[in-house]
């Protein structure tokens, strides 16, 4: 049976393998991400394109690998696929994109687009009837953009209780923390434009699902602390994991640590 422990090792072999950076990225979403493939999101398996699946959208596209554990872990996509990790012409990249993979229902790569394309999934649902929820991760960092923004003052007025943005609330960014660029509290500012705000221990499983099953007449954010590179004691908290790759010993360190 997949855990949070195991998606957080295969991880780190993925990125290490394919040589690429982001892991401190992956690891601190890893509970986010089991919790709504495994725990939590409406989804047929035998059938990916299932038109009352719930929607799953990365503005957070920099955490690829452990979306693509999760595909893998709820039986979305074969786990043979990720051997492809980061190769190039493959169909999983490291930044999250489409290719034709099934469960992936939007494009990463640009920060601050989710909540703008989660809007729009979201409204189509109601428009054409259907009761799928619309889960968009989202990163802190990104949140300094101003599209967050835009994006959260339309979702109130469009009635939309069918949307739920997850930030994954590390408190890092690319080389430092967010805090040095911008102070304001994220859920404070949801809950003045009218969103329903949960703050929870984003490495808790039970509390993500508490969560994220509560009722809601209104858009959902939940405000998820979590610790970057968490797991790895050498990773937690420290900037300079957001860009840099393991070497062989780095990552044999970080495996025993995970046992």
């Keep these: 049976m997949t855990t949070p422990q195991q998606m957080r090792r295969d991880a780190i072999r993925m990125t290490a393998h394919a040589e690429t950076g982001h892991i401190s990225s992956n690891l601190s979403a890893v509970e986010i991400v089991y919790t709504l493939f495994l725990r939590v999101m409406k989804l047929d398996p035998a059938h990916p394109d299932w038109p009352e699946r719930d929607r799953f959208i990365a503005s957070k596209g920099h955490c690829a690998a452990v979306i693509y554990l999760g595909l893998a872990a709820a039986g979305i996509i074969e786990r043979q696929r990720l051997d492809d990790f980061n190769v190039d012409g493959g169909q999983v990249p490291a930044i999250l994109a489409r290719y034709g993979l099934p469960g992936v229902e939007a494009d990463s790569g640009p920060l601050a687009r989710g909540v703008s394309l989660g809007i729009g999934v979201a409204l189509a649902a109601k428009h054409d009837g259907h009761d799928f929820r619309t889960y968009v991760l989202l990163g802190d960092g990104e949140c300094q953009e101003g599209q967050v923004w835009e994006a959260a003052m339309l979702a109130p007025t469009l009635g939309l209780d069918n949307l739920v943005v997850i930030v994954d609330d590390n408190r ?32 808790s499983v039970s509390e993500l699902e508490a969560a994220l099953r509560s009722p809601q007449d209104r858009p959902k954010v939940v405000i998820a602390q979590t610790v970057k590179g968490k797991g790895v004691p050498m990773m937690e908290n420290q900037a300079e994991w957001h860009y840099r790759r393991l070497t062989f010993r780095e990552l044999v360190v970080s495996l025993r640590g995970l046992q």
Excluded at 181 to 189: E, H, I, N
């Design 172 to 203: 890092l960014q690319g080389s430092f923390e967010t805090s040095s660029v911008v102070t304001t509290d994220l859920g404070d500012r949801f809950t003045a434009f009218g969103w329903q705000c949960h703050r929870v221990d984003g490495h």
